[in-house]
């Protein structure tokens, strides 16, 4: 049952195959059994879950099931959760139990949907590999004779998916914290546009970039949650007014002349050639439905990566200044004074990766160094924007690796922070940009999966996952599941 | 030496919205301790600012009230600092897009002359909350009810040189405020505040000395008196061969001294940038007519038509137009009267001065304008002399009774306006004044005017302050010139 689709436990649910206790119960079971070697939920909320499953039972014998009712799925531990634990992945937030719940959650809850806990992260969702968690690190359940990282920072939402300990989870993404562990763990991962999904409730890392979408094993499963999720919210002046399509409504589209761009400077020299392989034959494979591809520039996408490093730390060490152990979260012992309870809190309740951004992000904005580096910052911005916009004028998608490699070891990256920030190079530009992109399984790599992405213009999201779906139809690279689970 | 005064001012402005600028808690003044601080408020994480739009429209009149450019697109800006009244570690604020461009207001000083004194601008940003200090043995208490009210802050040119300029400028100000109704100008409660920027130069210099500012003086009187204390203070350091620290002062009125609250060397860097969880603010010309259409009469405007409509000269007409609510009562009091000038005295003199004294303002006023407007009615007919009057307001004051009429009759503070009466009184008086008469007869007519009082005090007495003075005028004169 466990590697069923949400489409797939939707439809048993309403034949009566099994009942939303029933299906809640088999994955808290399967949390408990597997859950202490993966460590992808920080908190699972059994009690609740199975009430929750109660009631979408009793609303669908009344006859008012939705579609969502009573499926089970996980929130990443960045939403905020009335009553219930919400640590982000830190120790601030070690005791932290939300008075409310975020726009996300709401929508979930008023799905009918069954929330099995919320799952592991880095620290803030400020990391690629899930290393930066307060609550210990997360294994790739792809892991086999060595441990793999999950990805990040959505590491534990991809782990507990594709370790069938929840049928989907919802993710965020700031500059790849969807895509990249999605492709690390053989998962479909949705970033949609910057403003589709409501922020509210969603603990910040950088406001102007993050987004929240879901992490699913296939497209239509993304595209259900989707469903849920999106929309404009008048508690997040951000959220865009734009009526939400049915995102399940044109998965099934003919993809023949859809203009697909390769972006010749992503299919460069520093591509592996086993990735190379991955994505040739993928655009074999849509080609063959009729997807025409060619050659695009984004010029300045080199300069993606400097510019998130100033813009996303910039934001941050704004966002988590209200951690400062006066209203919530962690609190020094016996501060001596004001100075001392909040160096002492600060320095206790946050990890090494969120102060070196904090850092980062408080002297880019320094007087004397913020035209250097934050104005700059902003204005390669608007020049990634651009390059953008200009190839989508002949293009309808773009096509390109969503992370350099399959999932790695522990400590891989050694102790340069640089050498992680890189596992992003192909994701953060469509941050910085606004728009909208996914990651879908490709193929395999060293018998480790590895995922391709896919960048639609604003709001295009059905377009992407119509693509996405009809390579899924093609392919089973999204089937495959790991040995040990 | 002589030095030269330059001073600006800041101006901290809560709007009177219902509620705060970026959530929907009350922004109430006096409620329980943190009782309007939502989540949004107290900074819960993931918690996000939605703006208010009537804080824009009450800038936006503002900004039409003093002629200003209006910024069709305005930035709000993080200003990052860590304080247990802050509760987000930053404030919400305009640094280089603020809503209120440069505008300008005149003012008027005692000598008649008038100045223009230019705004540099005004912009939008939340009020933080409170630390209370007493009563928690060590601790500090927080409260966050008046954390995210709308302020605007009003910046001046430093077009002003001396506490009278500057004392008749935020008093414009809060002309205006109230005027326009953007907020309700309860200085006490903090609702306007001003910091004041002073530097000395010597005569004649062009360069601007090293200014300090000295914070959050809630009285008119305590500005004027700030402002001596540290234009002497500079004076002395400057003449003593020392040199004047850019520094943040604070006055204390009560004791009226100031001290050093933070040098520019410990100022912090405030890293602002762009607040990304608030898309700039676009407004279209559209909006801002529809706001003037609907700005009320200014307080210029308003002397102007006292002026024509009521006769009554500048100055007075000034006075009273300043603030919406003392006009309003003048205007009221006007009506039943029937006398504008006269109504305009016992406005601008004895209640303003029962008002000042008993530290209330008009809007609390014991006596509606109904009622002074009936008092007024009352001398002007003959009914009751000033002096009366005066007896009568302090009962309508107190609210021991709100029928004028029947105050004066039961205080028999009626005038006696029977001729025949009062030419008695005169004859008895006169008759035994027989070497002031003389003295009278004996002056010149400059001499005479002066004289003339003392038989009134006489007259008044015998009449047990009933006559009516100006009939006993008459009749004297009468007696007196034969």
């Given at each position: 049952?466990?590697?069923?689709?949400?489409?797939?436990?939707?439809?048993?649910?309403?034949?009566?195959?099994?009942?939303?206790?029933?299906?809640?119960?088999?994955?808290?079971?399967?949390?408990?059994?597997?859950?202490?070697?993966?460590?992808?939920?920080?908190?699972?909320?059994?009690?609740?879950?199975?009430?929750?499953?109660?009631?979408?039972?009793?609303?669908?014998?009344?006859?008012?099931?939705?579609?969502?009712?009573?499926?089970?799925?996980?929130?990443?531990?960045?939403?905020?959760?009335?009553?219930?634990?919400?640590?982000?992945?830190?120790?601030?937030?070690?005791?932290?139990?939300?008075?409310?719940?975020?726009?996300?959650?709401?929508?979930?809850?008023?799905?009918?949907?069954?929330?099995?806990?919320?799952?592991?992260?880095?620290?803030?969702?400020?990391?690629?590999?899930?290393?930066?968690?307060?609550?210990?690190?997360?294994?790739?359940?792809?892991?086999?004779?060595?441990?793999?990282?999950?990805?990040?920072?959505?590491?534990?939402?991809?782990?507990?998916?594709?370790?069938?300990?929840?049928?989907?989870?919802?993710?965020?993404?700031?500059?790849?914290?969807?895509?990249?562990?999605?492709?690390?763990?053989?998962?479909?991962?949705?970033?949609?546009?910057?403003?589709?999904?409501?922020?509210?409730?969603?603990?910040?890392?950088?406001?102007?970039?993050?987004?929240?979408?879901?992490?699913?094993?296939?497209?239509?499963?993304?595209?259900?949650?989707?469903?849920?999720?999106?929309?404009?919210?008048?508690?997040?002046?951000?959220?865009?007014?734009?009526?939400?399509?049915?995102?399940?409504?044109?998965?099934?589209?003919?993809?023949?002349?859809?203009?697909?761009?390769?972006?010749?400077?992503?299919?460069?020299?520093?591509?592996?050639?086993?990735?190379?392989?991955?994505?040739?034959?993928?655009?074999?494979?849509?080609?063959?439905?009729?997807?025409?591809?060619?050659?695009?520039?984004?010029?300045?996408?080199?300069?993606?990566?400097?510019?998130?490093?100033?813009?996303?730390?910039?934001?941050?060490?704004?966002?988590?200044?209200?951690?400062?152990?006066?209203?919530?979260?962690?609190?020094?012992?016996?501060?001596?004074?004001?100075?001392?309870?909040?160096?002492?809190?600060?320095?206790?309740?946050?990890?090494?990766?969120?102060?070196?951004?904090?850092?980062?992000?408080?002297?880019?904005?320094?007087?004397?160094?913020?035209?250097?580096?934050?104005?700059?910052?902003?204005?390669?911005?608007?020049?990634?924007?651009?390059?953008?916009?200009?190839?989508?004028?002949?293009?309808?998608?773009?096509?390109?690796?969503?992370?350099?490699?399959?999932?790695?070891?522990?400590?891989?990256?050694?102790?340069?922070?640089?050498?992680?920030?890189?596992?992003?190079?192909?994701?953060?530009?469509?941050?910085?940009?606004?728009?909208?992109?996914?990651?879908?399984?490709?193929?395999?790599?060293?018998?480790?999966?590895?995922?391709?992405?896919?960048?639609?213009?604003?709001?295009?999201?059905?377009?992407?996952?119509?693509?996405?779906?009809?390579?899924?139809?093609?392919?089973?690279?999204?089937?495959?599941?790991?040995?040990?689970? | 030496m002589q030095w030269?005064t330059?001073?600006?001012?800041?101006?901290?402005?809560?709007?009177?919205?219902?509620?705060?600028?970026?959530?929907?808690?009350?922004?109430?003044?006096?409620?329980?301790?943190?009782?309007?601080?939502?989540?949004?408020?107290?900074?819960?994480?993931?918690?996000?600012?939605?703006?208010?739009?009537?804080?824009?429209?009450?800038?936006?009149?503002?900004?039409?009230?003093?002629?200003?450019?209006?910024?069709?697109?305005?930035?709000?800006?993080?200003?990052?600092?860590?304080?247990?009244?802050?509760?987000?570690?930053?404030?919400?604020?305009?640094?280089?897009?603020?809503?209120?461009?440069?505008?300008?207001?005149?003012?008027?000083?005692?000598?008649?002359?008038?100045?223009?004194?230019?705004?540099?601008?005004?912009?939008?940003?939340?009020?933080?909350?409170?630390?209370?200090?007493?009563?928690?043995?060590?601790?500090?208490?927080?409260?966050?009810?008046?954390?995210?009210?709308?302020?605007?802050?009003?910046?001046?040119?430093?077009?002003?040189?001396?506490?009278?300029?500057?004392?008749?400028?935020?008093?414009?100000?809060?002309?205006?405020?109230?005027?326009?109704?953007?907020?309700?100008?309860?200085?006490?409660?903090?609702?306007?505040?001003?910091?004041?920027?002073i530097s000395i130069r010597p005569?004649?210099?062009?360069?601007?000395g090293t200014?300090t500012?000295?914070?959050?003086?809630?009285?008119?009187?305590?500005?004027?008196?700030?402002?001596?204390l540290e234009v002497e203070r500079q004076i002395d350091i400057l003449e003593d061969g020392g040199t004047i620290a850019q520094e943040?002062r604070?006055?204390?009125?009560?004791?009226?001294?100031s001290?050093s609250?933070?040098?520019?060397?410990?100022?912090?860097?405030?890293?602002?940038?762009?607040?990304?969880?608030?898309?700039?603010?676009?407004?279209?010309?559209?909006?801002?007519?529809?706001?003037?259409?609907?700005?009320?009469?200014?307080?210029?405007?308003?002397?102007?038509?006292?002026?024509?409509?009521?006769?009554?000269?500048?100055?007075?007409?000034?006075?009273?137009?300043?603030?919406?609510?003392?006009?309003?009562?003048?205007?009221?009091?006007?009506?039943?009267?029937?006398?504008?000038?006269?109504?305009?005295?016992?406005?601008?003199?004895?209640?303003?001065?029962?008002?000042?004294?008993?530290?209330?303002?008009?809007?609390?006023?014991?006596?509606?304008?109904?009622?002074?407007?009936?008092?007024?009615?009352?001398?002007?007919?003959?009914?009751?002399?000033?002096?009366?009057?005066?007896?009568?307001?302090?009962?309508?004051?107190?609210?021991?009774?709100?029928?004028?009429?029947?105050?004066?009759?039961?205080?028999?503070?009626?005038?006696?306006?029977?001729?025949?009466?009062?030419?008695?009184?005169?004859?008895?008086?006169?008759?035994?004044?027989?070497?002031?008469?003389?003295?009278?007869?004996?002056?010149?007519?400059?001499?005479?005017?002066?004289?003339?009082?003392?038989?009134?005090?006489?007259?008044?007495?015998?009449?047990?302050?009933?006559?009516?003075?100006?009939?006993?005028?008459?009749?004297?004169?009468?007696?007196?010139?034969?």
């Amino acid at each position: 049952m466990f590697n069923k689709t949400v489409k797939e436990l939707s439809l048993g649910l309403s034949q009566g195959e099994f009942s939303s206790v029933e299906l809640t119960q088999h994955y808290l079971d399967r949390i408990k059994a597997k859950d202490g070697e993966i460590n992808s939920f920080i908190t699972v909320t059994e009690e609740r879950a199975l009430n929750e499953a109660k009631v979408a039972d009793k609303v669908r014998a009344d006859g008012n099931a939705q579609p969502w009712t009573g499926i089970p799925f996980a929130h990443k531990d960045i939403f905020c959760t009335e009553g219930v634990l919400t640590t982000c992945g830190s120790r601030m937030l070690e005791n932290f139990i939300s008075p409310y719940d975020a726009t996300v959650v709401t929508k979930m809850k008023q799905a009918g949907s069954v929330c099995l806990g919320k799952t592991n992260m880095d620290e803030f969702a400020m990391g690629s590999s899930n290393e930066t968690s307060y609550f210990g690190k997360v294994i790739n359940p792809w892991s086999d004779k060595e441990q793999l990282v999950p990805g990040g920072s959505s590491g534990g939402s991809a782990a507990a998916v594709a370790a069938g300990l929840t049928p989907i989870a919802t993710a965020t993404d700031t500059g790849g914290s969807i895509r990249q562990p999605a492709s690390l763990c053989g998962l479909t991962g949705l970033k949609p546009t910057y403003g589709r999904v409501s922020r509210y409730g969603m603990i910040a890392f950088a406001s102007s970039l993050d987004q929240a979408g879901p992490m699913a094993r296939t497209a239509e499963d993304a595209a259900m949650m989707l469903n849920v999720m999106a929309g404009h919210d008048e508690k997040d002046s951000t959220s865009i007014v734009k009526d939400v399509p049915d995102y399940t409504a044109n998965l099934n589209n003919s993809i023949d002349g859809l203009r697909i761009g390769l972006p010749k400077e992503f299919f460069n020299e520093h591509l592996s050639s086993e990735l190379q392989k991955v994505l040739q034959d993928s655009i074999k494979q849509l080609e063959s439905q009729g997807a025409t591809f060619k050659e695009i520039s984004l010029p300045h996408s080199h300069l993606s990566v400097p510019a998130y490093y100033v813009i996303a730390p910039a934001e941050c060490s704004a966002n988590l200044s209200r951690f400062d152990g006066v209203r919530y979260g962690h609190r020094c012992e016996d501060p001596k004074d004001l100075m001392d309870l909040y160096q002492r809190s600060r320095t206790e309740g946050f990890g090494e990766e969120v102060k070196r951004r904090i850092l980062i992000g408080a002297y880019a904005l320094s007087a004397g160094y913020y035209d250097a580096y934050y104005n700059k910052a902003q204005q390669i911005r608007r020049l990634i924007k651009n390059d953008f916009v200009s190839a989508f004028e002949d293009i309808d998608v773009i096509l390109s690796p969503t992370s350099p490699s399959p999932a790695f070891g522990f400590d891989a990256k050694g102790d340069d922070p640089v050498q992680m920030y890189l596992e992003d190079i192909f994701t953060i530009s469509t941050n910085l940009a606004g728009l909208p992109a996914m990651s879908l399984p490709a193929g395999l790599i060293n018998e480790l999966p590895i995922g391709m992405q896919l960048i639609g213009n604003y709001f295009d999201e059905s377009k992407l996952l119509n693509v996405a779906h009809r390579f899924q139809t093609a392919t089973d690279w999204h089937t495959l599941a790991p040995k040990n689970i | 030496m002589q030095w030269e005064t330059v001073i600006g001012l800041e101006i901290h402005v809560q709007l009177a919205t219902k509620s705060k600028i970026f959530s929907g808690s009350s922004t109430q003044f006096g409620a329980e301790p943190n009782s309007q601080a939502s989540l949004v408020d107290l900074a819960m994480p993931g918690t996000l600012p939605v703006p208010n739009e009537e804080a824009f429209r009450k800038a936006i009149m503002f900004g039409l009230a003093i002629d200003a450019d209006i910024n069709k697109r305005s930035v709000f800006d993080r200003k990052n600092y860590f304080y247990p009244d802050s509760p987000k570690g930053y404030q919400t604020t305009q640094l280089d897009h603020p809503i209120v461009g440069a505008g300008n207001v005149e003012i008027q000083l005692s000598n008649g002359s008038k100045k223009v004194i230019r705004i540099h601008h005004a912009h939008l940003e939340e009020d933080a909350g409170k630390s209370l200090h007493e009563d928690y043995h060590g601790m500090t208490g927080i409260d966050l009810n008046r954390a995210g009210t709308p302020l605007i802050e009003i910046v001046s040119e430093p077009d002003m040189s001396n506490s009278e300029e500057a004392v008749a400028f935020a008093k414009k100000m809060h002309s205006i405020v109230s005027s326009v109704g953007i907020g309700d100008g309860e200085m006490s409660q903090g609702s306007m505040r001003f910091d004041v920027n002073i530097s000395i130069r010597p005569k004649g210099e062009e360069k601007l000395g090293t200014r300090t500012e000295t914070k959050n003086l809630n009285s008119f009187r305590f500005m004027e008196k700030a402002i001596a204390l540290e234009v002497e203070r500079q004076i002395d350091i400057l003449e003593d061969g020392g040199t004047i620290a850019q520094e943040t002062r604070l006055y204390d009125g009560e004791k009226d001294i100031s001290r050093s609250m933070r040098s520019k060397e410990e100022a912090n860097d405030y890293r602002y940038f762009p607040c990304p969880d608030l898309l700039p603010v676009i407004i279209d010309e559209e909006y801002i007519d529809s706001i003037r259409a609907d700005m009320p009469e200014l307080p210029d405007a308003r002397a102007a038509r006292f002026v024509e409509q009521y006769a009554l000269s500048d100055y007075d007409a000034a006075l009273l137009a300043a603030d919406a609510n003392t006009a309003a009562f003048f205007e009221k009091c006007t009506k039943i009267s029937g006398d504008a000038k006269l109504s305009a005295n016992w406005v601008a003199g004895e209640l303003s001065a029962r008002l000042n004294s008993d530290e209330i303002s008009i809007k609390q006023c014991p006596i509606e304008a109904d009622l002074l407007g009936k008092l007024v009615l009352r001398i002007k007919d003959g009914t009751v002399s000033s002096s009366g009057a005066k007896k009568v307001f302090e009962i309508l004051w107190k609210q021991e009774s709100s029928d004028v009429d029947a105050i004066i009759d039961q205080q028999g503070l009626k005038q006696v306006s029977d001729t025949g009466a009062l030419e008695a009184i005169v004859d008895e008086v006169l008759a035994g004044m027989a070497d002031q008469i003389t003295q009278y007869q004996e002056a010149d007519d400059k001499k005479r005017k002066k004289l003339m009082g003392g038989f009134m005090g006489p007259l008044m007495k015998a009449s047990k302050g009933q006559g009516n003075p100006k009939l006993f005028n008459q009749i004297l004169a009468k007696k007196l010139n034969k």
